[in-house]
């Protein structure tokens, strides 16, 4: 727009990026674990202080689909009842959007077992802990403390948790940012109920 009004008051000769083609997005593949490498996780005692804590902190993630940043700001004020139930209430670090995600009874068992106070740690740090519990647990994919997030979004949406509540427990700014991050777990979700159909 910028470059059409400098050229149509002849500021300029041409438009400059006329010429230039941009490169073509490439989706990458949604990395999470499957229900049973989950449960096989869980299961895992590592008998090492440093990654039974990566453990729990990624597990943190995987029951209640918060960032790496929002575990680490999380505190116990976090916590609100809302009929009768127990709610993790808070802003995203990242973009400030308001998330709200039921408190899992697994998630309630982690956080009063650190006394409701998570050790921070570094991300880098995490990561490299979680490549080493992925070799220990024989997982082909690599565990990054992102990957905690996404399952829990990618087994909520295979579980059929509607995608607007997804999207809501998740804290992304619109529904558009959901359906593009999980449109290939929505399309297995929808083969598997038409199968339900057939059957």
Same mark, same amino acid.
Request: glycine share 4%.
């Given at each position: 727009?910028?470059?059409?009004?400098?050229?149509?008051? &002849?500021?300029?000769?041409?438009?400059?990026?006329? #010429?230039? %083609?941009? *490169?073509?997005?490439?989706?990458? /593949?949604? !990395?999470?674990?499957?229900?049973?490498?989950?449960?096989?996780?869980?299961?895992?005692?590592?008998?090492?202080?440093?990654?039974?804590?990566?453990?729990?902190?990624?597990?943190?993630?995987?029951?209640?689909?918060?960032?790496?940043?929002?575990?680490?700001?999380?505190?116990?004020?976090?916590?609100?009842?809302? &009929?009768?139930?127990?709610?993790?209430?808070?802003? #995203?670090? %990242?973009? *400030?959007?308001?998330?709200?995600? /039921?408190? !899992?009874?697994?998630?309630?068992?982690?956080?009063?077992?650190?006394?409701?106070?998570?050790?921070?740690?570094?991300?880098?740090?995490?990561?490299?802990?979680?490549?080493?519990?992925?070799?220990?647990?024989?997982?082909?994919?690599?565990?990054?403390?992102?990957?905690?997030?996404?399952?829990?979004?990618?087994?909520?949406?295979?579980?059929?948790?509607?995608?607007?509540?997804?999207?809501?427990?998740?804290?992304?700014?619109?529904?558009?940012?959901?359906?593009?991050?999980?449109?290939?777990?929505?399309?297995?979700?929808?083969?598997?109920?038409?199968?339900?159909?057939?059957?």
């Amino acid at each position: 727009m910028l470059f059409k009004y400098a050229v149509d008051n &002849e500021y300029l000769g041409y438009t400059p990026f006329l #010429r230039h %083609k941009s *490169k073509k997005f490439i989706k990458k /593949p949604i !990395l999470f674990l499957t229900e049973e490498e989950l449960a096989r996780l869980e299961a895992k005692d590592f008998n090492s202080p440093r990654l039974d804590f990566v453990k729990d902190f990624f597990l943190l993630q995987c029951y209640s689909g918060m960032s790496f940043a929002d575990l680490c700001a999380f505190t116990k004020d976090s916590v609100k009842l809302v &009929e009768d139930r127990h709610f993790i209430v808070r802003y #995203r670090q %990242k973009t *400030k959007v308001p998330f709200i995600v /039921p408190l !899992l009874c697994k998630a309630e068992l982690i956080f009063e077992k650190y006394n409701w106070k998570l050790p921070v740690k570094c991300n880098q740090k995490m990561n490299c802990y979680l490549k080493e519990i992925a070799d220990i647990c024989g997982f082909s994919l690599e565990l990054t403390t992102h990957v905690g997030r996404k399952t829990f979004a990618t087994l909520s949406l295979s579980m059929g948790v509607p995608i607007e509540t997804v999207s809501k427990m998740v804290g992304h700014t619109n529904i558009k940012q959901t359906l593009d991050a999980y449109a290939d777990v929505l399309t297995s979700k929808m083969i598997q109920d038409m199968a339900i159909l057939e059957g």
